[in-house]
């Protein structure tokens, strides 16, 4: 049963601590997604990787996040400092693209982040 | 820039009944409309989706209506059960600049009463 894998999937942080989160995408899979959800803002796009390099992050704020993917098997999303603006539940996706084909995201359960 | 805009926010339907929640899109370089299901604590799954080349496509008891002229998309669930229960999410993507994240509409919460 291939499914997309997040750790942790319940975090509680004081506020100025380093977050990570990890996410084992799906075998075979080219494409990686993170996407935060929250009540305000909905599902919002962070950052996507295909072929393990990042092709958007623009919806990262890139002064406390940032998103590797250091093998094919493996996805992190770092939040250093944290802050309470950051609770949210944080979503891993990921799909097959090929030049001219949609991609299906399939997600992850999510990371339940909340800091204090 | 909200790009996909989604309602109603919720939907309470009668079992049997039909449940419709409307999506407007702005760009039009989108190419690529799927409906996605959450279900409380669980991540996003896919359910249907559509391109602008068909304006109708039919999976079970979902249906995706598409109106390219109106800029316009929505999920049509026939017979709706209490199973259906969940927050429905319309979606688009575009393919010409190789972009191919999702963007998501705000989000229908469906209750189905038995």
């Known amino acids: 049963d291939a499914r997309v894998t997040q750790t942790p999937r319940h975090k509680v942080t004081e506020m100025g601590q380093e977050v990570t989160m990890r996410c084992q995408p799906i075998?075979?899979?080219?494409?990686v997604f993170w996407y935060r959800q929250t009540m305000m803002q909905g599902l919002e796009l962070l950052a996507y990787?295909?072929?393990?390099?990042?092709?958007?992050d623009s919806g990262m704020p890139k002064d406390r996040f940032s998103a590797e993917m250091p093998d094919a098997t493996l996805a992190t999303l770092k939040i250093q400092p944290s802050e309470p603006r950051d609770s949210a539940v944080y979503f891993c996706?990921?799909?097959?693209?090929?030049?001219?084909?949609?991609?299906?995201?399939?997600f992850g359960q999510g990371t339940r982040l909340t800091v204090v | 820039q909200q790009q996909v805009k989604q309602s109603p926010q919720s939907l309470i339907v009668q079992k049997g009944g039909i449940s419709i929640i409307n999506c407007a899109y702005e760009?039009?370089?989108?190419?690529?409309f799927p409906w996605y299901q959450q279900f409380p604590g669980k991540g996003p799954a896919l359910l249907i989706a559509?391109?602008?080349?068909?304006s109708e496509k039919k999976e079970g008891r979902f249906t995706i209506s598409f109106n390219k002229s109106a800029k316009q998309f929505s999920l049509h669930i026939m017979d709706s059960q209490p199973g259906d229960s969940a927050t429905y999410f319309c979606a688009a993507s575009r393919s010409d600049t190789g972009r191919r994240a999702l963007t998501f509409g705000s989000g229908t919460r469906l209750q189905v009463q038995p």
């Open positions: 760009n039009t370089a989108f190419d690529y």
């Open positions: 559509i391109r602008p080349d068909v």
């Open positions: 996706a990921s799909g097959w693209t090929l030049t001219g084909t949609d991609t299906e995201a399939f």
């Open positions: 990787f295909r072929n393990r390099a990042p092709l958007d």
């Open positions: 075998l075979g899979h080219n494409t």
